[in-house]
């Protein structure tokens, strides 16, 4: 697995963000995480 954090990764096991976010609020995250994979990896590492 790479450094990359995927959508469920992100909103669920990282920040428990997915228990307060709608399904639309989901999606559009989903969109930005496709826009920018490759360009730089996304790191939520604190």
Known sequence: M???A???DAIW???KQ???LSAG???RISE???QHVG???LS???
């Open 2 to 4: 790479s450094g990359f």
């Open 6 to 8: 995927g959508l469920d």
């Open 13 to 15: 096991r990282r920040t």
């Open 18 to 20: 997915g228990m307060w």
């Open 25 to 27: 609020q989901q999606a």
């Open 32 to 34: 930005w995480l496709a």
């Open 39 to 41: 360009k730089s990896e």
């Open 44 to 46: 939520l590492a604190s």
